[in-house]
């Protein structure tokens, strides 16, 4: 059974960092790509970022681009979200998610498979 389980979360001041990870269990993350969206109350999914296998494709969105960085650790099966110099609105509850694809999806759609989230809340 493909299980997916975010962690890391938390409430950082705007300028701090956070690592966000993401566990699978019944299957190996190696061979697809990983979708980490994240979801604000009253605001639709926001794919934020993509990692192909073997890191051959990255994708971040442009609000991110130069402060986030994903990368995977086929080791142990855990792929990471370094978010750096957060601000108050990357609030949200992040997800990480695939559709047992090798090709980057920047929406989640219906194929999509993802864990119960980890909230992350950037305040002073």
């Known amino acids: 059974q493909v299980q997916l389980v975010e962690s890391g979360g938390g409430l950082v001041q705007p300028g701090g960092s956070l690592r966000l990870s993401c566990a699978a269990s019944?299957?190996?993350?190696?061979?697809?790509?990983i979708l980490w969206f994240r979801q604000a109350p009253g605001k639709e999914r926001e794919g934020v970022t993509c990692?192909?296998?073997?890191?051959?494709?990255?994708y971040y969105i442009d609000s991110v681009t130069g402060r986030f960085t994903v990368s995977r650790d086929d080791v142990k099966n855990t792929v990471y979200l370094q978010m750096n110099s957060l601000k108050p609105e990357d609030t949200a509850a992040y997800y990480c998610?695939?559709?047992?694809?090798?090709?980057?999806?920047?929406?989640?759609?219906?194929?999509?498979?993802w864990g119960q989230g980890t909230q992350v809340t950037v305040s002073s």
């Open positions: 019944g299957f190996t993350l190696d061979g697809y790509a």
């Open positions: 998610a695939t559709d047992l694809s090798t090709l980057c999806s920047r929406v989640v759609t219906p194929y999509h498979r």
């Open positions: 990692i192909t296998p073997s890191d051959v494709g990255v």
